[in-house]
């Protein structure tokens, strides 16, 4: 009987009732990563590692597999210039881990969407790595509402 479990576990993994379960949250017009599904993850708080010229891509390891996981858990298709980019809610750049509670599929629309949360992700990095801001704070901020930090930015770095 053991030997049954697994496939059924399986099948219903792949099943279309359970391919989708996450969900987008709203602040205003930016999409937000279901805080359940996606909590954030953290590799390290070492600021000086993550200052390091190099820190990002060096750590830079999502396997396809694991992206194509994170589009079926929210159930987003990819779309030119609408839909998505796997992203990390806490940015490598802000110790962010690769694992799947950190990764989500990131809507370019609406606006603001992947391109500004990028914006965020290097203004934070700057701050953090200028003594500004503990490496801790800046990861609780990305993960809890990246557009709130968006918006106190006010024209810096945007």
Do not use: F
């Not at 590799?43 to 990002?56: F, K, M, N, Q, V």
């Amino acid at each position: 009987m053991p030997k049954l479990q697994l496939p059924l576990a399986l099948m219903l993994l792949a099943s279309p009732l359970a391919a989708q379960a996450a969900h987008y949250r709203h602040h205003g017009t930016a999409l937000l990563p279901d805080s359940v599904v996606t909590p954030g993850a953290v590799l390290t708080t070492d600021t000086a590692r993550i200052c390091h010229p190099g820190y990002a891509r060096s750590v830079r390891h999502v396997s396809g597999r694991t992206k194509h996981q994170a589009y079926i858990l929210y159930g987003a298709t990819r779309a030119p210039s609408i839909c998505c980019e796997v992203d990390h809610l806490i940015s490598l750049e802000l110790g962010g881990s690769n694992d799947i509670a950190n990764l989500w599929p990131e809507p370019y629309q609406p606006t603001p969407g992947a391109y500004e949360k990028d914006k965020v992700e290097n203004w934070l990095h700057i701050q953090v790595c200028a003594g500004r801001i503990p490496i801790e704070e800046a990861q609780r901020e990305i993960a809890g509402d990246w557009s709130v930090v968006y918006e106190r930015m006010d024209g810096e770095g945007r």
